[in-house]
């Protein structure tokens, strides 16, 4: 069965290994000329490193990542307020890492070259529109190196192209534009001495815009040297704030130290962050409501493409990664293709859409915005709660993770209408 990929990030390139796990011929096509190492950090659950996992990506994933620990949340002046463990520490068999998205969308690329060949990633494809026929997909494309309009032609489409998805944009055609919260992210990455137990992720303050973020995602290179550290800053801008602004604009140090004037945190040095910081992006924090339908014929959308969420909780990109397994699955046990696009819709939508619904009420980092509210850590109990209750929304839960049937299949399985390679 061919597969045509529309979008090149960790989710389109995940879904092309999955897809070829389980038998399938995908080519993915990425509008961006080139695929560069660019980004700052990104967190996988367990319970997408168990997917990766299952894709043969144990080593190559550890070689890149830093298994953080604990989840240790402080008020503004620093003092801790709750935390709980992570990971292998929690009672995962797999555990969580934290990674430059760089490191691992370069990583992804490389297996997907590797096995499905120099070709299978396509860049410089910028989507124009799809048609669906009676057995297929058409879709059009421009060259733009070349100027050239091309069409491929496969048995399915998967729209994985981001927030802003051209896929989902001819799905939904008046949806309009991604909804903003009014928070900005400065964020940036820096060299800095490991901080708390040196696997920790930090988070400071409470509500959206009033927070800060830290965790290394790169150890020294010696000993007593120096971690890679990936921070974030929230900041909500005041009534006479300029319109949404979706350049990324750069922020320049002093922009950064002053925006962390008022923060006091006395195990991390936010001056030397900031200052050693390469360069400091302001991004928006954005979603888009969640959608009645994924799957139309031949056609779904997985990734932000289908759920772009808040990030709280630290869960927009596993659940892309899960979206790929559970796709490829679907597809391997279904002798229609287009009830099996269907089946894949009913399994994840219903959960991702409550993910991205519950981000907007902060997920679990209510815990901290409640924290601030009460001027003081919450009774015994409602913590737990709330972070348990959200693991449970999101099915990754230590038991859920560690106890759920496989999503992997055997080559042999898959494609039951004959039209494999």
Not at 381 to 403: C, F, H, P, S, W
């Amino acid at each position: 069965m061919r597969v045509t990929v529309v979008g090149g990030g960790i989710a389109g390139l995940t879904c092309a290994l999955s897809l070829h796990a389980a038998g399938f011929q995908p080519r993915v096509s990425e509008a961006a000329r080139a695929i560069e190492a660019v980004g700052v950090g990104i967190n996988l659950l367990p319970h997408a490193v168990r997917e990766l996992t299952e894709l043969g990506l144990t080593d190559e994933l550890a070689a890149i990542a830093l298994p953080p620990h604990r989840l240790s949340y402080h008020d503004r002046a620093g003092e801790p307020v709750w935390e709980e463990p992570l990971g292998l520490a929690a009672g995962y068999h797999w555990p969580q890492y934290s990674v430059h998205r760089g490191r691992l969308h370069m990583m992804l690329l490389a297996a997907v070259r590797e096995r499905l060949g120099p070709d299978s990633v396509r860049t410089g494809r910028l989507f124009q529109r799809l048609e669906q026929t009676a057995g297929g997909v058409r879709a059009h494309f421009l060259d733009r190196t070349s100027g050239v309009s091309t069409v491929e032609d496969a048995d399915l489409l998967i729209g994985s192209d981001g927030i802003d998805s051209a896929v989902r944009a001819q799905l939904y055609p008046d949806e309009g534009p991604a909804h903003w919260n009014g928070v900005h992210m400065w964020r940036g990455v820096a060299p800095h001495p490991h901080i708390l137990d040196g696997r920790s992720i930090a988070v400071a303050g409470g509500t959206p815009g009033a927070k800060f973020v830290a965790y290394p995602i790169e150890d020294p290179v010696t000993k007593g040297g120096e971690a890679l550290m990936n921070w974030v800053l929230e900041v909500r801008h005041g009534p006479s704030a300029p319109p949404l602004d979706r350049s990324n604009r750069p922020i320049t140090t002093a922009e950064a130290r002053a925006g962390l004037a008022n923060w006091s945190l006395p195990w991390i040095d936010l001056t030397t962050l900031v200052e050693r910081s390469s360069a400091i992006f302001e991004y928006p924090m954005l979603d888009r409501d969640p959608l009645p339908c994924w799957s139309f014929g031949r056609v779904t959308l997985l990734g932000d493409a289908a759920h772009p969420m808040f990030p709280m909780g630290m869960n927009g990109g596993s659940q892309s990664i899960v979206d790929t397994r559970v796709l490829a699955w679907c597809l391997a046990r279904e002798r229609d293709p287009v009830a099996a696009l269907r089946r894949y819709d009913q399994l994840r939508r219903p959960t991702v859409n409550a993910v991205v619904l519950r981000n907007r009420d902060l997920g679990p980092e209510e815990i901290i915005a409640r924290v601030a509210e009460h001027g003081g850590p919450l009774p015994a109990g409602q913590a737990e709660k709330i972070a348990n209750g959200y693991r449970e929304l999101a099915q990754a839960t230590v038991a859920q993770v560690n106890n759920h049937a496989s999503w992997t299949v055997s080559r042999d399985a898959a494609d039951p209408a004959g039209h494999g390679p």
